[in-house]
């Protein structure tokens, strides 16, 4: 049996299990899609958003990309945000990083990877901004590690700027962001005390999580 089989295979198992668990999940399903969480993560694989939060598939509204960050000309995630906060009215933007991210690393290293490193030029502004910080972070995995918060932090500064998120603040839309990071060696979420409930407020508390990297 090929690889490709066996998805198929367990798709089918997967189907007959959640029927027999839940004979309505599936009707439920295609009737609403109401999610009251927008999820903007990293690509990597190890980092599933519903199963990391406890949720099931309809109450997540994902999106993922390389370190997961919102770009001002990415029209992929800012439509996603769009929808995310106009159509679907979601309550809480959950900005995601996690933990040794390969492609945080990556951009702080100077590895090349190829057309990717395009892409983590974003990461490398970041880097370049905190650089006296990480540089007194002896340990590499731990600077990593700084720099994956560093980057998340930023990601919210960057969600709040939107013009989707300005114009639903304007409006009194009752809708938060928050910058988490993810630990792979435990499996727990990490708040970076970053969250948002107007672009103002997302400069100060940017400014406060930043300060309180640098006394740890």
């Known amino acids: 049996m090929s690889d490709i089989e066996q998805l198929f295979n367990a798709?089918?198992?997967?189907?007959?299990?959640?029927?027999?668990?839940?004979?309505?999940?599936?009707?439920?399903?295609?009737?609403?899609?109401?999610?009251?969480?927008?999820?903007?993560?990293?690509?990597?694989?190890?980092?599933?958003?519903?199963?990391?939060v406890g949720l099931a598939p309809g109450e997540v509204f994902v999106h993922r990309n390389i370190a997961n960050q919102v770009v001002h000309t990415d029209l992929n995630a800012l439509s996603v945000i769009q929808y995310a906060v106009d159509v679907l009215r979601v309550k809480h933007i959950l900005v995601v990083g996690h933990y040794g991210c390969g492609g945080v690393k990556a951009a702080l290293n100077n590895n090349r990877l190829g057309l990717?490193?395009?892409?983590?030029?974003?990461?490398?502004?970041?880097?370049?901004?905190?650089?006296?910080?990480?540089?007194?972070?002896?340990?590499?995995?731990?600077?990593?590690?700084?720099?994956?918060?560093?980057?998340?932090?930023?990601?919210?500064?960057?969600?709040?700027?939107?013009?989707?998120?300005?114009?639903?603040?304007?409006?009194?839309?009752?809708?938060?962001?928050?910058?988490?990071?993810?630990?792979l060696s435990d499996g727990l979420i990490r708040d970076l005390k970053v969250s948002t409930r107007c672009v103002e407020e997302a400069q100060e508390v940017y400014r406060d999580a930043v300060d309180n990297l640098r006394r740890r």
């Not at 903007?40 to 694989?45: F, Q």
Request: net charge negative; glycine share 4%.
């Open 116 to 183: 990717i490193d395009n892409w983590l030029r974003h990461v490398q502004d970041v880097r370049d901004r905190f650089q006296a910080s990480l540089a007194e972070v002896d340990d590499p995995n731990e600077r990593v590690d700084r720099m994956c918060e560093l980057n998340v932090m930023q990601q919210v500064v960057n969600v709040s700027q939107t013009s989707v998120l300005r114009e639903a603040w304007q409006r009194g839309q009752n809708v938060t962001v928050h910058g988490w990071c993810y630990a």
């Open 11 to 52: 798709n089918r198992n997967w189907s007959e299990r959640i029927h027999g668990e839940d004979p309505e999940f599936f009707s439920r399903l295609l009737n609403q899609q109401t999610p009251e969480y927008l999820w903007i993560g990293c690509s990597d694989s190890r980092v599933p958003a519903n199963q990391i």
